[in-house]
């Protein structure tokens, strides 16, 4: 097929009777480089050649067909096409097209770029115009008709789609988009000439019926110029921008916080501005998909994450146990997940950030919590799955890498609990066990995981004073074997890296524990409010931990600089900390003023 047009490669498709699948081979072979099949007018070269005669081509509406349905071509052309065709005499080409239309009409969409977007809505108001000239005329036929039950199904045929078309609502408001994207409102004012000519036909249709549906068209027509203030007038009854920004500071800012004193305050906001539950509900709900799908990728979206599908469940289960009015409080928050899922485009953004079905994870994790009846649970879960199977889908290249992070912090939830469990074992008996749990926690981007999962549910400052004491417990061992002091390192190493970390993502207040229980205060906790540098703290430079003994200091600057293995045994780790950084120093010290050669810290380092 080298060296053919378009038209001729679909003529050499009709003659030798290709199957549909084996037509769409050989024209991706030989046209797909380069341009699109919309931009050399597949729909368009395809239609034409399949209404030359009296009826259409069944061959080639296979070809057209199938091009739909395996998007060779965009809905946007196949509309534009469509809506070329003028000769409405032509009973079954009408027809044909109308089926055409049946494919898609009622699920429109467009996930390219902006301007594809925009000949989308063109092309639909284009095709509107279009099916207003076909009920025109067959209404005027039906003036002169012979056989009126003939004539009645034509019109029918037409009033039909064209019912189907302004049903719904998205493709009023996708007509509306194309009618405030012209300048000088032309494809607009042709629409409106032609409702005007329809309705002048009216008078002479004898079907009751009939007329009264082509009036309640022209009615929906008439209402998309008014749809932005109709819809702006419902806004204002339905957003709380209050409850939305409460749970976008939580969300942002404290993670950490008690679950009681945010659902007093929701609470408070509820009935001062009178906002019905289901509605107050569902604000709270997309306040969260919006903190998911615009918090900065890291951290701050497994926060996110974590306040959404573990810690707002829990702030329903309290607001469950107050006053409801007549209705059951799970049935309010049906009704909320019901108006959630006509926000498709928000739900899909997310779906498509966090590469799971965030809807789905969220519904299974409230009907665990006692907040949906089974019922309610399976209906809303089919809703979203039958959506789903419209969103658009990231390509397997782009979705590769991003982890369902929704689903790993439902999974690190009951890890934390066990987590606990484990650090509540004697750590002079199974030193080694506690380390493989270490182990576990720090592979990948586990830790913050587990740590997001015990912020939202409250137990993360259980979880930091576990470690803080297994810290204090591996400071120093008066009588252990060389493979013990080795255990012991590493747990020291590894607890203090690990509190640090916490300290530096969620504050240094969840670490720091009640003197009247513990007595003493361990030493990472006086390291960290003496020595660890925080944002808006200014460290004192004569505390006792800036001036190390020198001695000590001397002797870890000596083994750095050899190439010996420190020893392990009976090493006090809380000494070795508060020395290293003098000791650091002074070898960065000789570096500068050319005492130690930086090859020598380089193989030292090593």
Known sequence: MKDVTLKQAILLAWRERWSDYQWAINIKKSFSKGATMDQQNLADVLLEQALIGPSPNPLLMSYLTYAI??????????????????????????????????????????????????????????????MLRCTSFYVENFKEAVDLLAAENQLSMCVDRLERILSSTKNRALIHIARMDEPDFSLWSSVEQGVVKLAENLNSL??????????????????????????????????????????????????????????????????????????????????????????PE???ELKWTAFTFLKIPQVLVRLKKYPQGDREFSEDVNS??????????????ADQRCNCDCMGLLLQECGKQGLLSEVNLKNLLDKRNMDREQAPRLKSSENANIQPNPGLILRAEPTVTNILKTMDADHSKSPEGILGVLGHMLSGKSLDLLLAAAAATGKLKSFAQK??????????NSGEGSKAASVRALLFDISFL???????????????????????????????????????????????????????????????????????????????????SAAILEILNAWENGVLPFEAIQKNNR
């Open 69 to 130: 349905s395996s998007q060779m071509v965009s809905y946007a052309s196949v509309l534009t096409a469509i809506s070329k065709f003028n000769d409405f005499s032509r009973e079954l080409c009408v027809k044909s097209l109308l089926e055409i239309l049946d494919m898609f009409c009622d699920k429109l969409s467009c996930h390219g770029k902006a301007e594809e977007c925009f000949s989308l809505c063109r092309a639909l108001i284009n095709t509107l115009f279009w």
């Open 467 to 476: 470690f803080v004491k297994l810290n204090e417990f591996t400071k120093y």
């Open 336 to 349: 909320a997940f019901e108006y959630l899922l006509k926000l498709t485009p928000l739900l899909d953004k």
């Open 206 to 295: 004898t079907s009751q019926l009939l007329r009264t549906r082509i009036e309640e068209c022209i009615s929906l027509v008439n209402s998309i110029p008014l749809m932005l203030s109709l819809h702006q007038e419902q806004l204002s009854r339905t957003q709380f921008p209050t409850v939305h920004a409460v749970i976008m500071l939580e969300g942002t800012m404290n993670l950490t916080g008690e679950v009681q004193p945010l659902v007093e305050q929701l609470t408070m906001i509820k009935r001062m501005q009178r906002i019905p539950s289901p509605l107050f509900v569902l604000e709270i709900w997309k306040a969260c998909f919006v903190g998911l799908i615009e918090s």
């Open 498 to 580: 690990m509190l640090c970390h916490v300290a530096q993502t969620y504050g240094s207040e969840v670490i720091i524990s009640d003197l009247s229980t513990t007595g003493e205060v361990p030493f990472f906790e006086t390291w960290m409010q003496t020595c660890m540098p925080e944002e808006g703290k200014i460290l004192n430079p004569d505390h006792p931990c800036f001036r190390p003994d020198s001695t000590k200091v001397e002797a870890l600057v000596t083994l750095l600089n050899s190439t010996l293995e420190m020893k392990l045994v009976q090493v006090k780790w809380h000494e070795v900390c508060l020395s290293i």
């Open 298 to 300: 890291g951290t701050e």
